[in-house]
């Protein structure tokens, strides 16, 4: 097939239209050189060196020929501009604000407004950070963009999934929260947005910024107890109007092939047949993979893949993220194969030779690896307890019962988000249920 690159500095000319006609194939996929170059710190475990190397396997095993491949010159260019105003749709003023001025450089002088929004050890004051954010923003705005518009039946955004990023805190490695810009952007054409998490770090900012509401169910399946960020129990449901739409799945260490499998079916199943989405947002963290330098899950890259397979059996749009992810030569080769499972293209187990970090792979240079001999900690009872409670609190929803008025689908007819009112009064319910929480562990 023919390669379509899709970059705006090409023919400014063309109308958006015709650009956007260019879209060919059923998968598109972003990525921008300039986020490789992005460094958290030398001694820091997030990487963004990680999508780089992706991207540059992804082009080796010849994948690229059959997606739409744009870049965040082509989204601000000629889907939508992701700016300032885009970002505090969600995040507040005050903290992007900060985010635009702060540099590694003049930090000293804003050491009350850093500790405020926790700029500390595990977020620290990055070089070009604005810039940063609206890299991996563009991509997960824009990726909602194509799919709202039908362009493309599945978007890929690796550099996106940063999952942890609050209203106005920086959070586990995370600044802004592309997942839930990306969301908002849906929620302008779909009526409901069931967003996904296999992260081995339960995604509390995705979940905090939809808690309220019955149009966006969040579904996290993560290690709790003693682990950060320490929220996804399994009676967090949601409140108010979102009650029974957020889902929690806590798991122990050890976490393998066969129990994601025999967890995810059942719980995406009735999902599925009580929420009945318009389109999913799943969230690839690979921390969740054996032998993660941060993580505790004995997954193998297969494993993690069947996420993404069984996900695509339901025939509804998906945005595919990424996410954690702190073993650098691992996270290249679940991206990629999962690349090639959006696409239904097999590729080989050993890593192509004109690979230019191919020295990464060493020295087995192969796709897929064994797990670790780590012992399974979540016991088949377990889990049959934690399916048959979410199920029973997924039987509470009624069916689609989510609606928008004047609903329709495509770019001209989007509807406004009253985004105050997904918002709102959050943080006074948050503290409520936190005081009773407390008062329950008291007596």
Partial sequence: MQLIVLKSQQQNSQTLFGRMNLFKQKVTYYYDEEFGTYNYSTTHPMKPLRVAITDDLVGHYGLKQYMNCIDQSFVQTYIKRVDEDVLTQFHSYEYIDLIKIITPENKCQYEDQLYRFNFMEDCPVLDRLFDFCLCQTSGSVGAACVIADQKSNIAINWSGGLHHAKQSEASGFCYVNDCVLGILELLKTYQRVLYVDIDIHHGDGVEEAFYLTDRVMTCSFHKFKEYFPGTGHIDDVGHDKGKYYAVNFPLNEGLNDDSIQHIFKPVID???????????MLQGGTDSLSGDRLGCFNLSIKGHGTCIE???KFNVPIIMVGGGG???RNVPRCWTYETSLALNVPIQDNIPDESEYKVYFGPEYKLHL???NMEEQNSKDYLEKNIVQILENLKQITPGCAQIDHHAI????????DYQELFSEYRDNREEMQIEQNQD???
């Fill in 441 to 443: 562990i008291q007596e």
């Fill in 410 to 417: 495509g770019k001209e007819s989007r509807q406004k988000v």
């Fill in 270 to 280: 009735k999902i599925m047949e009580n929420f009945r989405p318009d389109v999913v």
């Fill in 326 to 328: 702190y073993t650098l």
């Fill in 370 to 372: 064994p797990i670790s």
């Fill in 310 to 312: 069984y996900l695509k």
